[in-house]
């Protein structure tokens, strides 16, 4: 065991604070990185804040994690000493599940997959996430950050990215079809570069019209403010896929009936709260309401290799570990341009 300078909420709802924790020793398999940057996910507040469910204290969140390898198992295979890394959600899954076995661990039904944090795992030690200064990490669930891309702005592509990527691939984001992304933050900037770069037209739904020039910098075509209930008349029947990456619940059946005839409105947010909608809002056109959990191991390395290959990368807010706090209420208030990143030397 090595110990390890982190932040971690040493309760519920409790402000996050310096601690140290245990790494494992390097298994034969395992790869140990040193991280250099973590991403904060709004998923990391919903957590530390016991919103989704009790969550395992004290919690180390961070699943954004890029970093380098310091050293590898005997048996490790795919990783040197000195490679460019990413690790996300997932630190493990049961791999033989059909699932796991057609590369979508994230929907692993032996169990589920391990999380990067807040869940237990296979040794039966709680697991401890990116807001630390090292991992170790079995080499299946370890991805290559490309040469082309900064270790600072890829580690949001860890989450936010294939978090993204993944939906707008599976629905056929690309030429000719009109994607809304609900939601200018986190997840919602880095879906309009992708959806951009996939060839779709682009249309940013946001909740006024304040980060318009930057919508538009990043790739989008169209940008609405949802405050204003006249976007709703003017844009009725016009999306192929709503991806919704909102985190609080909103007026479903209103964003639905934006949707033409098969459209798909994805929800990748995932608020606090049970929502509803009426299902008026949907058969009138056969629209499907959907959703959609990261990314399989394998497409977050494709995903990462395409991002390389557009020149895409988060834009990131680079903060001290001490202000960590500070920068969950200002997610929490919409005010994050557009995702902030621990330098995790500052830990
Ligand atoms: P974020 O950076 O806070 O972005 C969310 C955006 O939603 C805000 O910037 C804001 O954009 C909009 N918004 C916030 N509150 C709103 C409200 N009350 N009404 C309307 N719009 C509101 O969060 P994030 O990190 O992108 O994460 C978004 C959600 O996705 C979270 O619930 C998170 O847990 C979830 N998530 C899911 C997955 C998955 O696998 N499905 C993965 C990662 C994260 P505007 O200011 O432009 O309106
Ligand atoms: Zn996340
Ligand atoms: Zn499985």
Redesign the pocket.
């Known amino acids: 065991m090595t110990t390890v300078a982190a932040y971690a909420a040493p309760a519920a709802k409790a402000p996050l604070e310096r601690t140290t924790i245990e790494r494992r020793p390097v298994g034969d398999h395992d790869v140990l990185i040193d991280i250099q940057f973590t991403g ?4 990391d507040i ?1 957590q530390a804040r016991d919103g989704w469910r009790e969550g395992i204290f004290p919690m180390v969140p961070g699943h954004e994690i890029a970093g380098v390898v310091r050293e590898v198992g005997p048996e490790v295979t795919t990783f040197a000493v000195g490679d460019r890394v990413g690790v996300g ?1 997932m630190v493990d899954s049961c791999r033989v599940c059909e699932n796991c076995v057609a590369g979508l661990e ?1 929907y692993c039904t032996g169990g589920g997959p391990v999380w990067t944090y807040n869940a237990v795992d296979k040794d039966g030690e709680p697991t401890y996430g990116g807001y630390s200064q090292n991992i170790v990490v079995n080499e299946d669930f370890v991805v290559r950050v490309p040469d082309g891309l900064s270790l600072d702005v890829a580690a949001p592509l860890l ?2 990215g294939i ?1 993204t990527y993944s939906p707008l691939r599976h629905w056929g984001a690309g030429p000719g079809k009109k994607v809304a992304i ?7 900037h880095v879906a309009v570069k992708i959806a951009h770069a996939l060839g779709a037209e682009v249309t ?1 739904l ?3 019209l ?2 318009q020039d930057d919508g538009l910098r990043l790739g989008a075509d169209h940008y609405y403010a ?1 405050g204003d209930p006249k976007t709703f008349e003017e844009l009725a029947g016009t999306f192929d896929l709503i991806l919704n ?6 007026d479903f059946a209103a964003y639905a009936s934006l949707l033409r005839t098969d459209g798909t409105l994805v ?5 606090e709260e049970p929502v509803q909608i009426t299902l008026q809002s949907l058969f009138g056109h056969r629209r499907s309401l959907s ?4 990314g399989g191991i394998a497409e977050t390395q494709e995903m990462l290799d395409f991002c390389a290959a557009h020149g895409i990368g988060a834009e990131i807010e680079l903060i001290a570990a001490e202000e960590i706090n500070d920068a969950y209420e200002r ?2 208030a ?1 005010d ?1 341009r ?2 902030f990143v621990i330098d995790t030397a500052t830990i």
């Open positions: 904060i996910c709004h998923s919903h959600c994230q989450c936010a978090t609900v939601g200018l933050g986190g997840l919602g940013v946001s909740q006024s304040r980060k949802t990456t909102v985190s609080a619940p909103l929800n990748v947010g995932l608020p959703s959609s959990g990261i997610v929490l919409s994050v557009y995702r």
